[in-house]
């Protein structure tokens, strides 16, 4: 060095990436170099003579100071870092060595070295930020344990979730080691061999789902990782983070028990149940669907779909009916014979689009079998139709018996009538008892044609508005004489209400209902009312009579059901079945209360009316003239007494008992009327011969049938041909009645 030229010197200081400066005894910059000049942001020129404590701001040499005071007040070098503002006034951070010049023991000057240590400060700042910052996250994550531990696993570091999972705080984990306080005994071991080697080779150990120990003693489940820290310059680290699996484990135990419950429910229960995805593999399905499509268990059939189970036509069928589920979105219910020829059965089906966040995924289905529903559904359907056969036979019966029974008494009802026209005084009471007896016989077969007429569905309603009490009124002075006779006291209250129905057919239901009454009260009496229940009106019937028992109720509206145990008060058994049928025709509601011993209640619901006037109607005057009177029928007793019985009246008979004996007869001459009965032989009816007749004199020939048919088939045929039909016995007085109205409305 002694040998260098001091402006070679000169260059080298010069050329230093330090910042280089030299001051004189009284503290005054004596040199610069460039990289000085470059740090403070000032010419080198104004940097020289500048005094070192005085000439500079004090944000400039405030930190600066006590460094250069010390190392002239010690007379050693110095090493300083401190934050200083530049001349320039950039802050830097800035670090060196002030080395303090003596001559002859005093101090004479400073040589002073700077390095501009900002960016590496601000490195050094941003790391321990960092690393501030990890360590207040870890401190902030409740959910997260972190452990930090040594080579032979004593814990460096412990956050406040190691304290909550573990039981320990910092004071009393840290220091102690990992293995001891969280690890169990069988498991250590092992844990600091994988520890060692982790330090030895670098590579952490597994992750996994580990059952350690809390400070009671306690299991809890974490899933634990682990990380392998080595930064230049510092000793390895490793940590471990744990997370609490202790909710985890509850919900996946709550979950697979709830799964336990769901597969035990729907293996139990007893339909096939299914679970298919959009392209119909089955993801689930009970015991029951394996067990009938015989697979070993419901697992072996996930993943499987229709082909797998069941020939390919019918696996065809099921995936069309699959995709035509999930195509409309909505359910779908069969009901389909399955199975092999030798072993059918009958399966009802239910299938639904299962839908997940507004997207049809696939569908869900069950089926039961319904085989022992189906066979008890086609023996019923088979014992209705014997039943129905057994009723069309007995109505048969019932219609072919009143037919052949109607005969003769129509005959015998005219004879009376014939009778009690000629009879002398004393055999008047006679006559009388003869006619109760043929009204009796009469009445029941009159009963027999109701059911008839409403079993063959021609009673058509004709609605109208009635005043109820003139209806009341006389259908209490029809049945007066019969409570009298019986001591009993039928009575009626007033009501100013309206009705609207079929008159003729309520006035039937009333009759009835009345006609019980008295037939079964021996004491007492009889009280008919209208009055208003739950809203709506209704005509009651009461009665003081022997009562219905509850378990016969539900029975006495049936056809030939009578509870009555005393004959002379024994009806036909079908006037409440009448009442029934009506009622349900006219779409009205029957009550019944009854206590057995004190007596029964019938109420029959009546709609309201409304007030209509009307001009009065016209009487029909009866024409009392001789008729010429053409008669068919093909009973020769039916025929002869009808033939007096007109004869008596002063009418001209023209009698045969078919219709070409019957024209030959009147030999082109046409009768005032034509009275036929329906039944004239296999070739021919009623409606042939008024049909021919009306053919022959002109189509306004008045003509009416009479007939003793009771046949539904046989109403329900004579019901649509436009001519009258009535219905035998006839007394001699409605007789003529009919004959005088068929003659007075024919347009003749």
Request: charged fraction near 20%; aromatic fraction near 6%; include cysteine.
């Amino acid at each position: 060095m002694q040998n260098l030229d001091p402006a070679h010197y000169q260059d080298i200081v010069d050329s230093l990436q330090d910042g280089l400066w030299v001051s004189d005894h009284e503290h005054r910059i004596v040199y610069a170099n460039p990289a000085m000049a470059a740090i403070a942001g000032i010419p080198r020129e104004n940097l020289v003579g500048a005094n070192v404590l005085a000439d500079f701001g004090e944000e400039t040499i405030s930190n600066f100071r006590h460094f250069y005071l010390a190392a002239v007040d010690s007379g050693k070098p110095t090493r300083y870092e401190c934050l200083v503002v530049t001349p320039a006034g950039r802050k830097t951070w800035q670090g060196g060595w002030l080395t303090p010049q003596q001559k002859d023991g005093k101090f004479s000057g400073m040589v002073c070295t700077v390095q501009d240590l900002s960016q590496a400060e601000n490195s050094k700042l941003l790391l321990l930020a960092s690393e501030s910052r990890f360590r207040n996250l870890l401190e902030a994550i409740p959910c997260v344990a972190v452990q930090g531990y040594g080579p032979d696993g004593t814990t460096h570091y412990w956050n406040q979730a190691s304290e909550r999972l573990y039981g320990y705080s910092a004071e009393e984990a840290i220091g102690r080691n990992l293995l001891e306080l969280i690890v169990p005994a069988e498991m250590r071991e092992h844990v600091g061999k994988l520890i060692r080697k982790t330090y030895e080779t670098g590579q952490p150990i597994p992750a996994g789902e580990l059952s350690l120990l809390r400070k009671d003693g306690s299991s809890v489940a974490v899933f634990s990782s682990h990380a392998y820290i080595h930064v230049p310059g510092q000793p390895a680290e490793m940590f471990c983070v744990d997370i609490d699996l202790t909710e985890v484990k509850r919900s996946e135990q709550t979950l697979r028990r709830r799964e336990t419950y769901q597969r035990a429910l729907l293996d139990n229960f007893p339909f096939m149940v299914w679970l298919k995805d959009e392209q119909s593999r089955f993801l689930a399905v009970n015991r029951a669907f394996a067990k009938a499509f015989q697979w070993p268990s419901p697992a072996s059939l996930v993943g499987r779909n229709d082909f797998d189970i069941t020939t390919p036509e019918q696996a065809e069928l099921y995936r069309a009916d699959d995709q035509a589920v999930m195509d409309s979105g909505s359910s779908r219910q069969t009901e389909e014979l399955i199975g092999s020829p030798d072993h059918q059965y009958w399966v009802e089906t239910y299938k639904s689009p299962v839908i997940i966040d507004g997207k049809v995924t696939g569908t869900v289905g069950f089926a039961r079998d319904i085989t022992a529903r189906k066979k008890a559904e086609m023996e019923l359907l088979a014992a209705k139709a014997e039943a129905e056969a057994a009723n069309r036979s007995k109505s048969n019966f019932l219609a072919a018996a009143s037919h052949d029974l109607r005969q003769p008494l129509s005959a015998l009802s005219l004879y009376v009538g014939l009778l009690k026209a000629a009879a002398p005084a004393e055999c008047i009471a006679l006559v009388g008892n003869i006619e109760n007896c043929v009204g009796s016989l009469s009445e029941l077969l009159t009963d027999l044609l109701d059911v008839s007429k409403l079993e063959a569905g021609v009673v058509v309603p004709k609605q109208s508005d009635f005043a109820i009490d003139d209806l009341l009124g006389s259908l209490v002075a029809l049945h007066a004489a019969e409570a009298e006779e019986k001591g009993l006291r039928l009575r009626w209250r007033r009501s100013k209400a309206l009705a609207r129905s079929d008159q003729q057919l309520l006035r039937r239901i009333l009759g009835n209902l009345i006609a019980n009454a008295v037939r079964y009260t021996r004491h007492g009496g009889v009280l008919i009312a209208c009055r208003r229940h739950q809203g709506k009106c209704w005509i009651e019937v009461w009665d003081t009579g022997i009562g219905i028992p509850a378990e016969k109720t539900g029975v006495i509206f049936e056809e030939f059901t009578q509870l009555g145990v005393d004959p002379l008060s024994r009806g036909s058994g079908l006037g409440l079945a009448i009442v029934a049928k009506t009622a349900a025709l006219l779409g009205l509601q029957i009550r019944l209360n009854s206590r057995p011993g004190r007596g029964s209640m019938f109420a029959i619901e009546l709609p309201d009316g409304e007030d209509h006037p009307s001009a009065p109607a016209l009487p029909i005057v009866r024409n009392n003239r001789q008729l010429r009177i053409a008669l068919v029928d093909d009973n020769p007793q039916v025929l002869r007494a009808l033939a007096l019985t007109l004869q008596s009246a002063g009418h001209q008979v023209v009698a045969a008992s078919d219709g070409q004996s019957l024209f030959e007869q009147l030999n082109d001459s046409a009768p005032d009327i034509l009275i036929s009965d329906y039944r004239l032989g296999l070739t021919e009816n009623g409606f042939d011969v008024i049909q021919a007749a009306k053919n022959r004199f002109g189509a306004h020939l008045p003509a009416f049938i009479i007939t003793g048919d009771t046949d539904p088939a046989i109403i329900r045929s004579m019901s649509g041909r436009g001519i009258a039909v009535h219905y035998k016995p006839l007394s001699m007085e409605s007789l003529q009645a009919i004959i005088s109205e068929t003659v007075e409305r024919s347009p003749s």
